[in-house]
């Protein structure tokens, strides 16, 4: 604690302790506001509220700076695994060598789910879309994992994350097979998490499946970028689905729902969307005219971000990313050359620039994944799968919060005062 914010309300002054991280801006604290002063504070979209202390994760929005742990996130994307950067997200500490092995070992005897959950897939249309299925198929574990629902257990608690992380990959490769009516694949546990979840995607029974190792890597690093961020919009809902005591499968469910949207998670297959939709780069200037038009609702999608107002650190490595996986499996998609050619002329335009408008990690992640073969459906879902282990990591931490209370945000309600009701035959 450092200082103290003075608020004068009706004539009257108070303070307010203000407290310090160990980076990033003070917060005041005012969880004594309303009842010193019977006022509420406003503050849709949280622009200006911390609604947690974490130690997780620490991004400096206009440095263009993202730590895990301390870990900048390009070190981690460059030299480590998403397997540890999972460890290190849900221990706080890079694992040992023994300690990684054994967390591997962990998370490989956890890979498959329940056989009954096959069968929970068909009651879907074929034509679903794969995150509807992740959603309802997620939270069903709550209904297969009794032994792993007792927020109040820590040993619970962790098989319920180990179970989580391990098992996303399968059921995001069974919402994928389903979709395209292939028999679902057993894990083969020989095999990395990533280098599982590819198989268990892109193989068929009937033949062997070989792991491409570029793009295992390739995979790997972007589920590395896509593990945790903070308080965002599903990590937030994560941590408030679960301050009411809910299980952390229908916590992750929350989470995943929220994702979705096109101005979060789905923003990956919008932005692949936009770019074929412009297809050439001559076609750029008018779409850039048309983000630029406040009476058009049109956005660049996988530009701008909440918090970050320079380039997104993430993005960075997901642009030299591109370069390797179109080396590796020796494809040239001309959107990216589109997808470059934007980027060059939206941050040499004012609009962008006085808007503090960058790439985000949305921006050329579709063309990875739909290099590698995935469809933009699938996207979002290879984003929930990563970002589970931030989930997971983040509703620990919260259940372990000596300050955690329920989450229940007040309001300035603007509707009508009291009034008698009317019977409906006299109005
Ligand atoms: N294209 C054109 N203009 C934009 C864009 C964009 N992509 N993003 C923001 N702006 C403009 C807004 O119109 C607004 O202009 P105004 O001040 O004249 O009204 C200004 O920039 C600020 O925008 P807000 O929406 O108020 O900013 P906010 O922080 O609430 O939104 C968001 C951030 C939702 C990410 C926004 O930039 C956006 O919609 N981007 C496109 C969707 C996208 O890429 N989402 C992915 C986010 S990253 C993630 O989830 C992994």
């Known amino acids: 604690m450092t200082d103290a914010a003075k608020v004068s309300v009706d004539g009257k002054d108070f303070d307010y302790p203000v407290m310090s991280g160990t980076v990033g801006p003070d ?188 793009v295992e890597k390739a995979m790997d690093r972007i589920f590395i970028l896509h593990a945790d961020h903070e308080q965002n919009a599903s990590t937030s809902t994560v941590r408030l689905a679960g301050s009411s005591g809910a299980n952390p499968f229908a916590c992750m469910a929350a989470g995943i729902a929220c994702l979705w949207g096109p101005a979060h998670g789905g923003a990956n297959e919008a932005a692949l969307n936009m770019l074929r939709e412009i297809g050439t780069p001559d076609r750029i200037p008018e779409f850039i005219a048309r983000a630029k038009d406040k009476n058009d609702p049109f956005r660049l999608m996988g530009f701008g971000h909440r918090v970050y107002k320079n380039y997104d650190p993430r993005a960075t490595v997901m642009q030299k990313t591109v370069r390797e996986v179109f080396d590796a499996l020796k494809v040239n998609d001309p959107l990216f050359d589109t997808a470059l050619r934007l980027e060059e002329l939206a941050l040499s335009d004012d609009y962008f620039i006085e808007k503090k408008l960058f790439p985000n990690v949305d921006f050329y992640s579709g063309v990875i994944l739909s290099a590698i073969g995935f469809p933009t459906s699938m996207f979002t879902v290879l984003f929930a799968l990563a970002r589970t282990v931030g989930w997971v990591a983040q509703w620990n931490e919260m259940i372990t919060d000596p300050d955690q209370k329920i989450g229940r945000p007040r309001q300035l309600y603007t509707g009508p005062t009291q009034r008698s009701y009317v019977p409906v035959g006299q109005r």
């Open 27 to 214: 917060v005041v604290d005012i969880r004594k506001f309303y009842a010193q002063t019977g006022d509420f504070t406003y503050d849709p979209g949280f622009t200006s509220t911390a609604s947690c202390q974490s130690k997780l994760t620490y991004i400096d929005g206009d440095e263009g700076v993202l730590l895990h742990r301390g870990y900048p996130i390009g070190e981690l994307a460059e030299q480590s695994s998403f397997m540890e950067v999972a460890y290190l997200l849900l221990n706080g500490e890079l694992p040992a060598a023994d300690e990684l092995s054994q967390f591997e070992h962990t998370i490989s005897r956890h890979t498959m789910v329940h056989e009954q959950l096959a069968t929970f897939f068909r009651g879907f249309r074929r034509d679903a879309h794969p995150m509807a299925i992740l959603c309802g198929v997620v939270g069903a574990l709550s209904a297969f994992y009794h032994d792993s629902t007792d927020i109040h257990d820590p040993v619970q608690r962790t098989i319920a994350s180990h179970r989580l992380i391990a098992k996303m990959p399968t059921i995001a490769a069974m919402a994928y097979k389903y979709s395209v009516g292939q028999p679902f694949l057993y894990p083969d546990n020989s095999l990395s998490y990533t280098g599982n979840f590819l198989r268990m995607t892109f193989g068929v029974p009937a033949e062997p499946y070989e792991v491409n190792p570029a």
